[in-house]
C-alpha cells in the first residue's frame, strides 16, 4: 500500500472490520475506523470516530474507503464526496438466493440491497470511483457472527437437532474477506468488479451442523423431518415468543444449496478462503 494512505473503515467493530484492523497493521497505512461500538483493540495506525452513520455518512477526507458494515453507509458516504478514488464494499451472495423466499420482509431486503449495489456502482462510475463489491455466501468467524454463533446456541441446547434438508453451504471466513480486501486495495483497478465469493470448502447443511457440534465438544444426533412439520413447530414456538430469530423462511432454505461459482475471483483476485473451522 502506498505510504500514508488513509482508509476509512466503516463496520470496524465488526469481525470482518477487527480483522481488518489486524491485518493493516505495520502496513504504512492510518485507518479511521467508524462504528458506534468501541473496536475490541486499539492500534497505533488507528483513530476510532465513533458515529452512528443513520445520522450522515462520516465527514472524514480519506482515498479509499472499505466498507463492512451495512452497505447503505458506503453508498451515502461515496454520494458526500470526500476525495475517494477507491471503494471496497461487503454485500452479499444472499440477493441471489433470498428473492425468491417465501418472507416477504426477505423479499424486500433483498431488493433493496440489490438497488443499493446498483446505486452505489452508479455513484462511483460518476465520480471516477475503482469500486470493488464483494458478494460472498454466509459469513463466520470472530465469534460473534449471526450464524455459526446461533447454531452453536442450537446444538449446545439440543441432543437431538431436528434438519429439514441438505443443501450445500460454503461457509466464509470474515478474516478470508479481510485479507481479500487488503489485497483488492493493494492491487488496485485490477480488481474492480462484482465478485462472487464462496468458503474454502462446500458441505451439506447437516455435515456443517455436526462440525459446528464438534467444534464446541458435542456429539449430537441429526432428527431428520419434514418441512412442513419444523415450520409448524416453529410457528408455534413464535406464539409463545420463543425462537423468534428462528423463521420459516430458514427452515425451506435448508434444503436449497446456498452456494455460488466463485472461479471468477479464484483465478483473477487470488480469492483462496480457508476450509469450514468453525
Ligand atoms: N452476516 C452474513 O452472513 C453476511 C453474509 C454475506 C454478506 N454480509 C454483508 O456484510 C455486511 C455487514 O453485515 P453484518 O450483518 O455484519 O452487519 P451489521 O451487524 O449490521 O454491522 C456490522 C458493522 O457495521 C457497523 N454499523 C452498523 N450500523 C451502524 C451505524 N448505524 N453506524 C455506524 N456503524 C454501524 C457495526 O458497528 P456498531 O454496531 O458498533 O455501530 C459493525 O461494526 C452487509 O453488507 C451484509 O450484506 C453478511
Request: glycine share 10%.
Amino acid at each position: 500500500m502506498s505510504e500514508g494512505a488513509i482508509i476509512l473503515l466503516l463496520g470496524a467493530s465488526g469481525a470482518g472490520g477487527r480483522y481488518l484492523l489486524d491485518r493493516t497493521a505495520g502496513q504504512r497505512v492510518r485507518v479511521i475506523a467508524v462504528s458506534r461500538r468501541e473496536p475490541a483493540r486499539a492500534f497505533p495506525h488507528v483513530t476510532w470516530l465513533q458515529h452512528d452513520l443513520e445520522r450522515g455518512p462520516a465527514d472524514v477526507r480519506a482515498g479509499t474507503l472499505v466498507s463492512f458494515g451495512p452497505l447503505a453507509h458506503a453508498l451515502s458516504q461515496v454520494e458526500q464526496g470526500t476525495g475517494l478514488g477507491r471503494v471496497i464494499a461487503l454485500s452479499s451472495a444472499s440477493t441471489m438466493f433470498k428473492k425468491q423466499s417465501s418472507d416477504r420482509a426477505e423479499r424486500r431486503q433483498m431488493d433493496a440491497l440489490a438497488r443499493c449495489e446498483q446505486a452505489l456502482a452508479d455513484a462511483c462510475r460518476e465520480r471516477d470511483i475503482i469500486m470493488t463489491l464483494l458478494k460472498p455466501t454466509m459469513i463466520y468467524g470472530g465469534g460473534d457472527d449471526a450464524n455459526v454463533s446461533r447454531l452453536k446456541g442450537l446444538v449446545s441446547r439440543l441432543a437431538y437437532v431436528p434438519v429439514a434438508g441438505r443443501g450445500l453451504r460454503a461457509p466464509v471466513h470474515a478474516d478470508d474477506l479481510a485479507r481479500l480486501a487488503v489485497e483488492c486495495v493493494i492491487s488496485g483497478p485490477k480488481s474492480a468488479g462484482t465478485w462472487l465469493l464462496a468458503g474454502g470448502e462446500t458441505l451439506t447443511y447437516p455435515d456443517m451442523l455436526s462440525r459446528v457440534a464438534a467444534s464446541e465438544g458435542r456429539n449430537i444426533r441429526l432428527l431428520r423431518l419434514p418441512a412442513s412439520i419444523m415450520k409448524a413447530g416453529i410457528r408455534a414456538a413464535h406464539l409463545t415468543g420463543r425462537l423468534k430469530d428462528i423463521t420459516p423462511a430458514m427452515i425451506e432454505r435448508q434444503a436449497m444449496d446456498l452456494v455460488v461459482d466463485d472461479t471468477p475471483a479464484r483465478e483473477q483476485l487470488g480469492w483462496n478462503p480457508r476450509p469450514f473451522r468453525p
